[in-house]
């Protein structure tokens, strides 16, 4: 029973990381609907290092702020960032 809820845990981890590097590499190629995959998991990734500041303040910190970063330049910068990509 263990041993199944770790492999389907694997298997949830590999389909997310898949779908990140597919959203990465669209989003360096411009697409439109990269922006908001990468708009909801940062946001998703946002608020569990909220969850997890008393655990860990620095880091959850340094995570917080990496993401809105990443939402920065997604949201607001894309024009200007979308220069020179695959459109």
Partial sequence: ??????????????????IKVWAGYALIQGAEWARWVTVLICSI??????IALPAQPFFGTLMIVMNLVILYAVTVRWEEAKIG???
Wanted: without cysteine.
């Fill in 1 to 18: 029973a263990q041993g199944s809820s770790v492999l389907t845990a694997l298997v949830i981890w590999i389909i997310v990381g898949v």
């Fill in 45 to 50: 990734h946002a608020v569990t290092s909220m």
């Fill in 85 to 87: 990509m695959g459109d």
